[in-house]
């Protein structure tokens, strides 16, 4: 093969690939990264494919092999162009997805000036600034100019500059920042002066390090001795002590407190399940047969996370290697200890709070198959895990695992997809599977397993009880604090027992918006169409779409008025009513504005574990995976937040919320209640998510969907411009939808709508306007494809947030 079809790294490039003349004398495989020549520059691709002829008549030669190596096996290669093909990305955003981090690095503009040094009497104060800076050795950045003259300036300057023939440009890929992690240490040092006198605790210290085989942490030593960083200076000042950095090599994992784990023996639901995904496995294993899609059914609690240990070890005895998504990897470090106890030292953790570097470390790691199992969030399931026999999806039906940018792809289907690339088995994992999925399960696309018990407290325990309030009969008895009097009894009662308490608000900030008395006016981000949130820390206003700051005004901006009213409750300002009517409780709260550097998730769940506090007030994170058997209560403060958003999925999305919130209640031997308020008690999502009813849910919203034609009955298409002209944005959105209604006459495709063009929901984000084409048909992917779209556009096939 001469020839090669390259995905190369420009935006320009956009689906395509482009052929490149393979130099005698190279040796090129498809997957390999190589650099090519493009227009004036030289850029990064990837080689997906050798062909005996050029697509093209006149190619241009590759001009190097990055890395002999390949990056993508032939499976991933086809996954990326099935990404590519599916949601309409580039072809190296999805190629990208599968690269090393930190591969994708930048091309690097250099400017040198011409030599001999040029005449520069006749140029401007602006020019002759530039000429100076690049009259040095070795040229330097353009990025440098764009800093110290601000970026236009210094294109137009340069490139005037260029044309005259006085610099030179040259390009240059940009140099990787993978540092390796380095750890201060301290040992003794071979000076041992006995003259100087030591102080006890640096006695201490250096018997410490004598008995010691090496150089050990500081901070270990500093722990172990109670020795300051002062007065350890000193002693290294008299040479009796050194400190150094030590490369070290990092443990995706800390092991200190992981016990190993060993299989529980099963329940007779759960070896049923077991069995079949066994089977699954075998199945694969035999080679040929087409993989399993398994979507297993479980309460929460009812052992779905001891399975997917079990099917993991069954993969590895086969000789296979396994990935697991989880929703979001910070908010799960109690599954994470998990599978580590199960599989020491086998599992590797994908995190985005790694350094580049670690990630690197990782990614090399992984392909070099030293894991059993590979766990992170969306982007995990590009790991290049080799040998993979079992891709599990715990919480399937998370929004988290639908990608917001480009491309924009759903991690579960993409899992489907290299499954059936690579012949490994899928198991999805839900309490509340995903509406969609559950219909394909129950079509036999997927094979539905069910674990309809909880095994905790013990088998076949009860779920909680679910009291749904209705708020409306609360202010009719007068009743206007936000806890309804069912809730602040249960309350009451589980912090007088010593029980523990979670409060769920799915709104941040103290009020959620700010209106004046007299006009009505409500104060908005300037940038974004939403109301301004107040935040108690600080007494600032603050828009949740941008995190646009800014103090509160004196006085209505419309009318003058001051009677400004803070209205709505966030969960800061439910925290200074638990404080107020709940004095003797003590509570903590967990939303994303207390996790910082120095208060991580896992550090505020670990607090609540031990009971620092009696009331736990949180966001959705309080819903996600919390294990805690002391918990007896979950009061759901109000359930209509996620209900009367826009958005076809409101009520999936509040009976998962619902749902998964509930399962926090009553994990212990002591049992537990949930409590729900809500001005629509007589809603389906709601009434389902009391009963723990999933079939019933599922019966009314598949109704619903059939009805109105929404997935899983068809497909949608969301398409977006966005502009800072509002006219100019609805103009171009209307012209797009008629040239799309004249293909779907002109090509004859049946069964596609328009909905639209319309303002989103959120009209304004980050000062740009936004309007919308909703698609609703079959074979979007298809119809779209060949369709010119010019900038400004997004296209998001499958979409999940019709929101934002
Ligand atoms: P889920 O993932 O469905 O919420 P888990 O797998 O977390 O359920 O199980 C809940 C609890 O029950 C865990 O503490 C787990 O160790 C325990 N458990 C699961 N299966 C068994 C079993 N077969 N025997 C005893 N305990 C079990
Ligand atoms: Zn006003
Ligand atoms: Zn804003």
């Known amino acids: 093969m001469r020839y090669a079809e390259v995905s190369v790294n420009s935006p320009v490039a956009q689906r395509r690939t482009f052929s490149y003349a393979i130099p005698s004398g190279m040796a090129v495989i498809p997957g390999q990264a190589v650099m090519v020549p493009f227009g004036e520059r030289e850029l990064q691709g990837i080689v997906m494919e050798l062909s005996p002829h050029p697509a093209v008549e006149d190619t241009r030669d590759i001009i190097s092999i990055i890395d002999n190596k390949p990056f993508l096996s032939p499976a991933y290669i086809s996954l990326a162009r099935w990404i590519s093909d599916y ?18 690095r930048k091309t690097v503009t250099l400017l040198s000036a011409a030599k001999p040094a040029p005449d520069v009497s006749s140029l401007n104060e602006t020019q002759r600034r530039i000429m100076e800076t690049v009259s040095g050795e070795g040229g330097v950045e353009l990025k440098k100019l764009e800093r110290a003259l601000g970026k236009k300036k210094a294109a137009a300057a340069v490139s005037q500059l260029v044309r005259q023939g006085l610099i030179a440009r040259s390009y240059e890929l940009e140099s990787v920042r993978v540092k390796p992690k380095t750890e201060f240490y301290i040992c003794l040092s071979g000076s041992n002066s006995e003259a100087a006198k030591p102080t006890p605790r640096q006695a201490k210290l250096i018997d410490f390090l004598r008995g010691q085989t090496g150089p050990i942490p500081w901070a270990a030593a500093r722990e172990a001795t109670g020795c300051s960083r002062a007065s350890a200076d000193v002693l290294a000042k008299k040479g009796m002590v050194a400190f150094q950095q030590v490369e070290v090599r990092r443990e995706p994992i800390s092991y200190e407190k992981i016990v190993t784990s060993y299989p529980l023996s099963l329940t007779s639901d759960q070896k049923a399940v077991f069995n079949a995904i066994k089977t699954g496995l075998g199945r694969v294993a035999g080679g040929g047969a087409s993989p399993d899609v398994f979507l297993l059914q479980g309460v929460t609690g009812s052992g779905k996370t001891e399975i997917y240990l079990q099917a993991l070890a069954e993969a590895v005895r086969l000789g296979k290697k396994g990935i697991v998504l989880v929703p979001e990897i910070s908010l799960t470090p109690q599954t994470i200890e998990r599978f580590a106890s199960r599989f020491p030292h086998r599992v590797a953790v994908l995190h985005s709070r790694l350094s580049l570097g670690e990630q690197y470390d990782e990614w090399r790691r992984i392909r070099g198959g030293e894991f059993d199992v590979v766990i992170g969030s969306r982007s995990a399931i590009f790991a290049p895990q080799p040998d993979l026999g079992l891709i599990i999806i715990d919480e399937e039906h998370e929004w988290t695992y639908k990608q917001d940018n480009s491309p924009h792809y759903h991690a579960r289907d993409v899992a489907i997809k290299l499954a059936e690339l690579t012949g490994a088995v899928v198991v999805l994992g839900s309490a509340t599977p995903d509406v969609e999925s559950y219909h394909r399960a129950k079509n036999g696309d997927y094979k539905l397993l069910e674990l309809p018990e909880r095994v905790v407290p013990s088998e076949g325990a009860a779920l909680p009880d679910v009291e749904v309030v209705d708020m409306r009969e609360e202010l009719k008895a007068g009743n206007r604090s936000i806890f309804s009097r069912s809730l ?5 009662e589980a912090v007088a027992e010593q029980e523990q308490v979670i409060l769920f608000l799915n709104r941040r900030g103290g009020s959620t918006f700010i209106q004046c008395r007299r006009c009505g006016f409500v104060l908005r981000c300037r940038r974004c169409e939403v109301p301004l949130a107040h935040h108690i820390a600080g007494d600032i206003l603050t828009c949740h779409q941008c995190n646009y700051k800014t103090a509160i005004p004196q006085a209505c901006p419309n009318c003058s008025s001051r009677q400004l009213k803070f209205l709505g409750t966030g969960t800061q300002k439910l925290e200074q009513e638990v404080r107020y009517t709940f004095p003797r409780a003590r509570h903590m709260r967990w939303d994303s504005d207390v996790i910082s550097r120095e208060s991580s998730h896992e550090d505020i769940l670990n607090r609540f574990r031990s009971r620092q506090a009696e009331i736990l007030i949180g966001t959705q994170m ?22 009367n958003l826009p958005d076809f999925r409101a009520g999936e999305r509040t009976f998962q919320l619902l749902s998964q919130v509930a399962g926090r209640a009553g994990r212990g031997p002591l049992g537990g209640r949930v409590v729900i308020q809500t001005f629509s008690p007589e809603h389906y999502a709601i009434q389902a998510a009391a009963s723990h009813d999933y079939a019933s849910f599922y019966e009314q919203e598949i109704e619903h969907r059939r009805q109105l034609h929404n997935p899983p009955f068809s497909q949608l298409a969301r398409l977006v411009f966005t502009h800072t002209n509002d006219a100019a944005c609805q103009r171009e959105a209307e012209r797009v939808k008629d040239y799309l209604a004249g293909e779907i006459d002109t090509r004859g495709v049946p069964g596609i709508s328009i909905v639209g063009p319309a303002p989103t929901f959120i009209h304004r984000l980050r000062g740009r306007f936004r309007w919308q084409l909703m698609l609703r048909g079959t074979g979007l992917s298809a119809f779209l494809s060949p369709i010119p779209f010019p900038q400004g556009w997004t296209i998001d096939i499958d979409p999940m947030n019709l929101i934002q």
């Open 87 to 104: 949601y309409l990305s580039p072809l190296f955003d999805a190629v990208a997805l599968m690269l090393p981090p930190g591969f994708e």
């Open 488 to 492: 602040a009894e249960a309350i009451n």
């Open 622 to 643: 309080v819903a996600k995976g919390l294990d805690i058997p002391s918990v007896t209560l979950v009061g759901v403060i109000s359930a209509d937040t996620s209900l």
